[in-house]
């Protein structure tokens, strides 16, 4: 209201009360709609946490004699500009006075020494903090036998959830899987019994070997991956577990880490020796855990892996498949729990965090009643308690610091601004734990938090300015903001820059909420009331399996992301590229038709019509009848069928790479797997082939070895109710203007199949196709050693070899070739699948030597990448991509 005024109508401004400076800022006669707490941004402790956080980076693994000048010269140059300001203070005392008078009503005036005393104190902290920490490195008899690769007998406390690590090959083989653990080593046993007692954090490597099927610790995907009931007594562990190993001692691979050593135990089969068992709160959240993966189990499977981890960072479900789409499109911020959650939670509680400028108060507490110390002390408690069950990863750990520094200020009636306890957290926590300073995880929350506080709402006014919906503009400011500032970060982890990052952003954010919400209710009720639980996660599936579709269907597009130097000096390129693309930006929003052929282009790019793309960029060439796919040391490759349409023969030891592939063909559907034998280099790659292609059927060598392998082709097939069968030498088939043979193993099945010359089973029975396309003839001979090559030269099929067209040399171009078999043969062309620089010295200079002998034209993918073969009989050409 304005001034009161007199009978006679003039003003009494005299005795009116003068009106709060925010309402006399805001230019309305009836002062703000929303009267905020505070003026400017409060920078102040800004510049003090960053610079704690880049000496708690350097200064761990920094010489003691470095630590001890860092701190000692910065308390000396504090201790030195804190006096002179004293000295400055006492000859103005009256200024001083009056100063004070004049705080009550605007900001305190900078102080250049007493901010660059406080700099200079935070400094002093962080170094030696981190010299503290980094010494635990060096303490104690741990670091020292690692350093003799010697045997230790320790007892270890186990300080994060155990994980099971992901499927690798090596070789033709599928590595044994490996339980990782995360662990301080509390004591050592001497040779001579003596104990020593120390704190050194190891990582713990178990080795629980090849099993049979046991626990499925993640069979919500297209690839599984089981644990036997070894690993799962080993995954069984919670964090405060006490356990006692012998172990070989190993120092650790990269000089940096915040481990002293590896501990590998190498009898992982028989059950940990506990020695104490996990403290109360781990119990309870151990339960609470378990009972949220209980109440999940009935969902489908991207629901049953995501909701866990959305909610407490239970990722034990989540598919390589599914953790892969999450990167390419970047969600993996969604994933696992993150400082978001904690935000949905709080504001349950406070309200949006966007009243936390103005004076006003949302959520359940004002309608309950409670008191501000009584909500700050409840948001504790709500804090602390998110830390145990989620586990103190770095995004949780900043975002319950953040939330924690505003429950404070509300406690004590004090202001609240988000970007001083961003700041503030930060400084906390690399004072404690000056090890985050060096995570990736960790600076991109901090990152993402500060892009979402400064530029976000900028970004949204102009946006709103311009009549985009508030929603719509709040949403778009706040994921492209926090992708403009992440995108560097990210291409230096993943080599790669996602170009539909923003659209799944926002496509994913209207349901993280409801998802979050949900997950933590079905994890409250679970110990209490299962069937409430189910039902809780069963609405809260629907929400995850979304934002699950929206990653998988993002990542597919063929434009998905492009590579991108991994290296810090690519991520400054990225970000003077985003600048100048914001700039330019700036300027296109004043012209709708340039913004309209600008999101035109863009969805081209990502989309990437088969036509448009082949082009372009020249690939597929037209024509195409077989590609060899470049996947590295592994062996891959596609035959056309039709548009669309293709048979794929074996799909290499990469998922990921076979898949990339195939889109690039524009492959979607596959009537016909053929695995020519269970090598993991040829099979590991078959979830690549099944994800979203309609696949007709697998048909495989009789020889199911190794077990491991044979075994995990027959889950998949059946998971996806694909038709498994073996076949034999005298079958054909077809698809389209596709025509195949098979010329071996000969019928039986076994090892009775194989030549009884040969040593090498599983090569020896390998699938070898003759096929006809187009006029051309290929021979496919999968891995077939001498023993088996000769038998096939012998074979009633032998005459039919004669002369091919083209040849997949067999074992990938190994010295191992039959050379009778090779004058028989006599190709135009000889294609070699291996991966650059392998170990194997593929291929061999002889058998190169010995085919380029016969008249062949011998092309291979460690050089020239994938390889197609086009044109007809009369007209063979080949192109590499």
Known sequence: MGPPTGPAGQSDARTARPRAAVHAASGHRLGAAHPRQEGPTDLRLVPPALAAWATAALMPTAPAGWAVGMVTGALVLAVVLLRRERRQLQRDQRERTQLQKDRRRRPTRFRPPVAVAALLLCVAAAAASAALHGADLRRGPVPGSARQYATVTAEVEVTADPRLTAPRVRGNRAAPPTVVMEADVRRVVEEAGAVVATRTPVLVLVDVGEEGPGKDIDAGGARPSRAGPAASRWLGLLPTTRLRVTARSAPPRTSGDRIAAVLR?????????????????????????????????????????????????????????????????????????????????????????????????????????????????????????????????????????????????????????????????????????????????????????????????????????????????????????????????????????????????????????????????????????????????????????????????????????????????????LALLTLGGLLVGRRLLRHPWWCGVCALLLVLAVVQPPPLARVIKGWPPPGWRMVMCDVGQGDAMVLAAGEGTGVVVDAGPDPALVDGCLRSLGVTRVPLVVLTHFHADHVAGLPGVLRGRAVGAIETTALEEPADQADAVRRQAAARRIPLRHVAAGERRRAGPLSWEVVWPPSGTGPRAMPPTSTEGPNDASVTLLVRTAGLRLLLLGDLEPPAQRELARSPAAAALAGVDVLKVAHHGSAHQDPDLVRRVAPRLALISCGADNTYGHPAPDTVAALRGQGATVLRTDRDGALAVAGSGGALRVLGD
């Not at 991207?302 to 959305?310: E, M, S, V």
């Not at 900028?458 to 778009?476: C, D, H, N, T, Y």
């Open 265 to 573: 135990v190498r009898d992982g089969r028989a059950a940990p020796e506990v020695v104490a068992g996990p403290s109360a709160a781990q119990r309870l959240a151990g339960r609470l855990r378990a009972g949220l993966r209980e109440a999940t189990d009935g969902l489908p499977g991207d629901a049953r892996a995501l909701l866990p981890g959305l909610v407490v960072g239970d990722t034990s479900r989540v598919t390589p498949e599914l953790e892969e789409a999450f990167k390419e499109t970047d969600l993996a911020h969604t994933l696992a729990v993150s400082g978001a959650n904690f935000t949905i939670v709080l504001a349950l509680l406070l309200g949006p965090p966007g009243l936390a400028q103005r004076s006003e108060r949302r959520g359940v507490a004002p309608r309950l009643g409670l008191s501000l110390r009584t909500t700050a002390l409840l948001g504790g408690a709500l804090a602390l308690g998110f830390v145990v069950v989620c586990r103190p990863d770095p995004s949780v750990l900043r975002a319950a610091a953040c939330g924690s520094v505003a429950l404070l200020a509300l406690a004590t009636g004090r202001r609240r601004s988000l970007l001083p306890a961003l700041a503030t957290a930060v400084l906390l926590l690399v004072l404690y734990d000056p090890w985050l300073a060096r995570s990736y995880g960790f600076l991109l929350s901090v990152l993402a938090t500060g892009a979402l506080l400064t530029l976000a709402p900028r970004w949204s006014a102009a946006l709103r300015r311009r009549g985009v919906p508030p929603r719509l503009a709040e949403a778009l400011a706040a994921a492209g903001a926090a992708q403009a500032v992440c995108a560097p970060v990210v291409a230096v982890l993943s080599a790669r820059v996602s170009l539909v990052g923003v659209p799944c952003n926002l496509l994913a954010e209207f349901a993280v909420a409801p998802a979050t919400v949900l997950g933590f209710a079905a994890l409250a009720t679970a110990p209490v009331a299962m069937p409430v639980a189910e039902a809780l996660a069963w609405c809260g599936g629907w929400p995850a399996g979304w934002i699950a579709g929206i990653a998988r269907t993002g990542a597919a597009l063929p434009g998905a992301g492009v590579d991108w130097p991994g290296s810090w000096a690519g991520a400054a390129l």
